[in-house]
C-alpha cells in the first residue's frame, strides 16, 4: 500500500507557494485547511465570496459571532484592515481580476486544465456556485486533492467525464502524492513522494506524466 500525504499536509504544501501579499480565494470545504499553514513572514489576504477581505484564523469554539462566516458558513475572525462589502461587488472582484490565486478542490483534472468540481445527483454539489467565477477571475488556479478517488480510480485524466467547472484553468495540482504542473496540454510532474516510483505513480494516474527537469522529493512536515 503506497503511503500518502493526508489533507492537511497536501494543504501545507500549497500554502508553501503563496506569495506574502497575495490576494487569496479557497474553495469550500478542503482548500479552507490552506489558510492554517502560512509560511512565517509572508501573510496572504484571503477573501470570500460572500463579502469579507482579510479575514484570519477560525475563533476558538465558543467564541464565535455568526454574523461573520466565510462562503462555507464557517466563522471566522477578521485582521486589522479587514473589509465588508456587497455579495455583487465581492464577484466584480472576481470577475475583475483582482484576485491573485484561486485554490480549489476536484473531482477530476484534465491534462488540458479543465476542471470539475462539481457534480450532480443526490451525493453531488447541486451547481457549480462560484467557483466558475474563480476559475476563470484568479490570475492563478491551483487544485488540492486526493490523487486517487476512494475507489482508487485516477482523479488526474485525459478528459474530464463530470460536468466541467472551467476549461483551460488549472495551472498546478497539489495531490496526495505529487506536484504537477500542467503545461502545454500536459501533466508536468515537478515533486513526488521518495516512497512511490515515477512507473507506480504513472499507473495512479489517467494520462501520460512528462518530466521536464530534475523531480524534486515532495517533503512535508508532519501533521
Request: with cysteine; glycine share 12%; aromatic share 6%.
Amino acid at each position: 500500500m503506497t503511503i500518502k500525504l493526508g489533507n492537511a499536509q497536501i494543504a501545507w504544501r500549497a500554502a508553501q507557494d503563496i506569495q506574502d501579499g497575495a490576494y487569496v480565494n479557497l474553495g469550500i470545504g478542503f482548500p479552507e485547511m490552506v489558510a492554517k499553514f502560512q509560511p512565517k513572514g509572508r501573510e496572504a489576504v484571503f477573501h470570500t465570496e460572500n463579502g469579507v477581505l482579510g479575514f484570519g484564523e477560525a475563533p476558538a469554539a465558543g467564541t464565535e459571532d455568526w454574523d461573520l462566516i466565510n462562503a462555507g458558513k464557517k466563522a471566522i475572525t477578521l485582521k486589522p484592515g479587514a473589509s465588508f462589502f456587497h455579495h455583487a461587488d465581492s464577484f466584480a472582484m472576481v470577475r475583475g481580476g483582482h484576485l491573485d490565486v484561486a485554490i480549489l478542490g476536484a473531482y477530476q483534472v484534465a491534462q488540458n486544465g479543465d476542471l470539475a468540481n462539481w457534480s450532480v445527483g443526490p451525493k453531488g454539489v447541486p451547481a457549480v456556485g462560484g467557483a466558475m467565477d474563480l476559475v476563470h477571475g484568479a490570475k492563478r488556479v491551483a487544485v488540492i486533492t486526493d490523487h486517487v478517488t476512494k475507489d482508487g480510480k485516477p482523479k488526474l485524466l485525459k478528459a474530464c467525464t463530470l460536468p466541467l467547472t472551467g476549461v483551460a484553468c488549472v495551472t498546478r495540482v497539489y495531490t496526495s502524492l505529487a506536484v504537477i504542473d500542467i503545461e502545454g496540454g500536459r501533466f508536468v510532474l515537478r515533486e513526488k513522494l521518495p516512497s512511490i516510483s515515477f512507473d507506480d505513480l504513472q499507473a495512479l494516474t489517467g494520462a501520460p506524466l512528462h518530466l521536464d527537469g530534475p523531480v524534486a522529493d515532495l517533503i512535508v512536515p508532519e501533521l
